[in-house]
């Protein structure tokens, strides 16, 4: 293997709010805060260079145009779907319109600030 993703960053508005929602999500914890305002989170266990890539929170007032390019797919590790949708709408996710037909075996969501991602159908252990 040549190369392998350790960090994602995504531009925000309010790294705090967006950090908080992506911890409550994957149980990340906070692992840094950068001068510029980026907040970093990752595994509890692991942090930067574990098997997981950390996210990123980066502060951008740039507003978004248009369907993000990359997204981010998440699959639930201790319960169905159906429960990891209810848990993740209290997070206060909600559901996202890309142009799914309605058939499709995962969710669509978008997190605080309008992000998309997928909830997959397959449990991970």
């Known amino acids: 293997m040549a190369c392998r993703i350790s960090e994602l960053v995504i531009d925000c508005a309010d790294p705090d ?3 908080a929602f992506w911890s409550d999500v994957l149980g990340y914890v906070e692992l840094g805060r950068e001068d510029d305002g980026s907040i970093e989170i990752g595994p ?5 260079g574990g098997p997981q890539p950390i996210l990123v929170l980066s502060p951008s007032s740039d507003p978004r145009t248009g369907k ?3 997204h981010i797919d998440i699959n639930a590790t201790d319960r169905d779907q159906d429960a990891e949708l209810e848990r993740l709408l209290a997070l206060g996710a909600r559901p996202a319109d890309v142009g799914q037909s309605g058939t499709e075996n995962w969710h669509v969501l978008a997190d605080p600030e309008g992000n998309e991602f997928c909830l997959l159908h397959a449990r991970l252990p």
């Open 44 to 48: 509890p266990d692991a942090g930067f």
């Open 17 to 19: 709010r967006l950090a």
């Open 68 to 70: 993000l390019r990359l």
